[in-house]
């Protein structure tokens, strides 16, 4: 996925598939609600640093590292999420600020 197409799926808004998640400066259990959802679907694409009004506000830059471990190790754990989901997300910078798909 490129910068356009992260563009587009923000321009089409939320769907049934396509999830915004702020996440400014950590995850909240909604996340992973989604996560749980689109594994019981077809999957889809999780926008984290995009809110409900489509505007991007980033995740922020000294929060980035933090918010990519605390991701990756809950999806990853069988305690916390199960069968455990081997995702790793894609940091991409637009418009000057780094959001995660």
Request: aromatic share 8%; charged share 30%; hydrophobic share 35%.
């Amino acid at each position: 996925m490129n910068s356009k197409e992260i563009k587009h799926l923000i321009q089409n808004g939320e769907k049934i598939d396509v999830e915004f998640k702020e996440s400014k400066n950590a995850l909240t259990k909604d996340v992973f609600d989604t996560v749980c959802s689109f594994n019981n679907r077809n999957g889809g694409h999780i926008l984290l640093g995009v809110n409900d009004k489509r505007e991007i506000v980033g995740v922020s830059k000294d929060k980035v590292d933090k918010v990519i471990k605390e991701f990756t190790t809950a999806i990853n754990n069988p305690q916390k999420m199960y069968p455990p989901l081997y995702l790793l997300p894609e940091v991409f910078d637009i418009d000057e600020k780094k959001l995660f798909i």
